[in-house]
């Protein structure tokens, strides 16, 4: 894991440079006057290219069935969950069957996370010119107690939306985040509660 550490201005770069401007999706409103309509609508329309371009090429570090089976797994989000974290982004989650029991409890303390337990959020921008972008996937997996320590026994993954895996240090732009502000949490980060599956 140490290898795939690199500067948290790495990291900035690659999520600038992950991102893919998308026409086609475009409205007439910057992303912050976005209803959760309107953010479903241009997840309806990036979905299948967003899922066809994840996949593309050699995933190398990255598990190949964990970015082809995400979009089979359990959905965690009713719609695209407001930007927040991931720079801003609009975020769809999903969560492979191991977790989704306990992730779909959204519990805000004492959560027990077990191993093996996978989530994928797949990621899009609008500008305040209503210009779309497609964004990574990011991608979480719950490894065996002690096998990670420094990141609270979390791998954390990035997929650009060309199918390239990105390097990024996963202590300073992941770990630190999810284990400050979602640590009584098991380190999971929800979605926003209106866009939360009821």
């Known amino acids: 894991m140490q290898s795939r550490l690199v500067s948290l201005g790495s990291f900035a770069v690659a999520l600038l ?28 329309c990036l979905k299948s290219d967003l899922q066809t371009g994840y996949q593309n090429g050699p995933k190398r570090w990255i598990p190949a069935d964990f ?20 720079g801003g982004r609009f975020l769809m989650t999903y969560v492979n069957s191991i977790g989704a029991d306990e992730y779909l409890k959204y519990k805000a303390e004492n959560v027990t996370v077990p191993a093996g ?19 990574p996937l990011f991608l979480m997996e719950k490894v065996a107690g002690g096998k990670s320590p420094d990141t609270g026994d979390w791998y954390y993954m990035m997929v650009s939306p060309n199918g390239s895996p990105q390097a990024v240090n ?11 502000n979602f640590g009584e949490q098991g380190g999971l980060g929800y979605p926003v509660e209106d866009a939360r599956i009821k």
Request: with cysteine; net charge negative.
């Open 17 to 44: 440079m992950s991102s893919t401007a998308y026409a086609a999706c475009d409205v007439q409103k910057s992303g912050d006057e976005l209803t959760a309509d309107e953010a479903q609508s241009i997840y309806d």
């Open 67 to 86: 970015v082809k089976d995400y979009p089979n797994w359990t959905q965690a989000s009713a719609f695209p969950a407001a930007p927040g974290f991931h």
């Open 117 to 135: 337990t996978r989530i994928a959020k797949e990621s899009f921008s609008v500008d305040g010119d209503g210009k779309v972008s497609k964004g």
């Open 170 to 180: 996963v202590i300073t732009a992941c770990s630190e985040c999810h284990l400050e």
